[in-house]
């Protein structure tokens, strides 16, 4: 989960975004240039759910079981592993640049 978690975040950093990483451990912020509290964080997490408030606020959830990791976001699941091994496709029809707070926010919740 914690690789999950990481791969996630530092890709949304990497795109420009902040991110607030909750985790059964706690809760810690990671923007462009501050990403070092966020690995810290993840490389001590305990195992265990994150809160259900946690849970509810998330744009993004990684999930993690006996012998995979699903990230959820967008009404969709995926396994972890599908999407790091397979190539970034461009949607043609992605509206986030018009500054849809669902597509295109400034903080997300991972």
Same mark, same amino acid.
């Given at each position: 989960? /914690? *690789?999950? &978690? #990481?791969?996630?975040?530092?890709?949304? !950093? %990497?795109?420009? +975004?902040?991110?607030?990483?909750?985790?059964?451990?706690?809760?810690?912020?990671?923007?462009?240039?501050?990403?070092r509290p966020l690995l810290e964080h993840l490389?001590?997490?305990?195992?265990? /759910? *994150?809160? &259900? #408030?946690?849970?509810?606020?998330?744009? !993004? %959830?990684?999930? +993690?079981?006996?012998?995979?990791?699903?990230?959820?976001?967008?009404?969709?699941?995926?396994?972890?592993?599908?999407?790091?091994?397979?190539?970034?496709?461009?949607?043609?029809?992605?509206d986030a640049a018009d500054g849809d707070e669902k597509t295109n926010p400034e903080v997300r919740?991972?």
């Amino acid at each position: 989960m /914690a *690789a999950a &978690a #990481a791969t996630v975040c530092l890709g949304l !950093v %990497r795109d420009g +975004a902040s991110v607030t990483l909750s985790t059964p451990s706690g809760r810690v912020e990671a923007a462009p240039g501050r990403t070092r509290p966020l690995l810290e964080h993840l490389a001590a997490v305990e195992g265990g /759910a *994150a809160s &259900a #408030a946690a849970t509810e606020e998330a744009d !993004v %959830r990684v999930v +993690a079981a006996d012998e995979s990791v699903a990230v959820r976001f967008d009404g969709r699941v995926r396994e972890f592993d599908g999407l790091v091994s397979e190539p970034a496709v461009a949607d043609s029809g992605s509206d986030a640049a018009d500054g849809d707070e669902k597509t295109n926010p400034e903080v997300r919740e991972v």
